[in-house]
DNA sequence: AATTCGAAATTCGCATACGATATCTGAATT
DNA sequence: AATTCAGATATCGTATGCGAATTTCGAATT
């Protein structure tokens, strides 16, 4: 009686892969797409490509470029800055919440999601580490009992995705101090501290953001610099 | 060359009637939008349709009720207070990024909205307080000079529309205190005060929210009861 | 060699059509 | 009178088709 979604429609299919394939790289910033060509690289009609390009617009994943298709809406550092203030001021609130309502659920569920992060790192796989952290954090949200806050942070991570993926796609690691900061943010939880949880949460992210602005802006000059010495003038189409 | 949207797609046509007509009140709580329907009614193909109800399912403003089309969600009293919490961090974060970024312009341009909020109100227009209110949050987030923040709040406004429209149908004015409160809150922008800016900021939205949360549980325990005493039990459909 | 111009090719949005699945209705049965 | 069941109906998701607008590209011209 209650499925979720037994049958994830074509629409929904095809935009977790086209999302996937610009959270991963595979479709590298201002990659054309072109709906006929997704529709059959995907072997579906165009109807289900047109919508699911709707929605990934209206998340500012892709932008319209008329007559041209749509192109993959590139990461800008002003972007991420903007982001960040925001996620601050939203984990922040998700954190005290938590700490408020949802101590329980965390000290059921959250040291596993430590733990998972941890081995991530460990692991070294840059999916798994990415995926970890995105749990963690939307974990939090879920215990907050807030919809609100969770669908309001919602776009941004994605986002996020695609910051981690550019990133550590150079770096390999995200800095184990993270998990550390995540471990002291849920024993704010299960403590019961609302105040310091949101706290921890808010310098969390500061600290991030930082991380993450730095790293993005140095990678932005070097592709930057390698585009001018080619020359790059036409937008690459997707293969 | 940069057209922002000389015609506006069918879709967002569409779209935007469905959800004026939900904020004013015209499609109910409940009513069922049949795609068939709705496009005759539009004199469009159930193609637009389609599309503009899975924008508005997205943001929540209509859920699914498989093969009997889809019905508009209700106003919460849970979800109010929800949205509420969030709105109070978002706000405060714009009116602190306002009041560092955008004193030049609150200057210039603000009073006229305060005065346009007070006009309002003398003229008794349900429709004009409410668009004055929108207005002057909405120039708050603009100012800020971060999108995100923006994008964040916005599905918010649009519950904003339909909480507001709910309780003024009976209420007829919003307190005067508001357009005070949004003096107050401008004065801290244009003056520089980034600290101030945003705890009024906070305690405005936190004292709305009291008022609204408030009112609608009332308006709901009225209609409530109305609608035990009619034992009323199919959905209404849209005319 | 650079520029202009027009025809061909792209690309999209929307309409229409089709098939699948769930709901509704009303007659037959207990 | 309540229940069951099957056919009719409603509704949606997806595929395909069409026309309009824009870009692209190569040939003619300066």
Known sequence: MADGAPVPSLVEQVYERILSEICEGTLAPNARLIQDELAAAYEVSRQPVQ???????????VADAPKRGVIVTPLDADVLRDVYETRE????????????????RARIEGPALIARGREAIAGGSVARQIAAD??????????????????AAHPHWHFMRRIMGAVLRVERNISSDIWNEHAAILNAIIAGEPGKAEKLGRTHIARASKKFSGQLRALQEQTAARHRSRSLTAYPRVG
């Not at 919508?51 to 994943?61: S, V």
């Not at 001021?89 to 329980?104: F, H, N, Y």
């Open 51 to 61: 919508q699911a390009l709707m929605l990934l617009r209206e998340r500012g994943f």
């Open 89 to 104: 001021v939203l984990d922040g609130l998700s954190c005290r919440l938590a700490a408020e309502r949802g101590s329980d």
């Open 134 to 151: 995105v749990d963690f954090h939307q974990f939090i949200y879920a215990i907050s009992g807030n919809r609100s806050v969770e669908e």
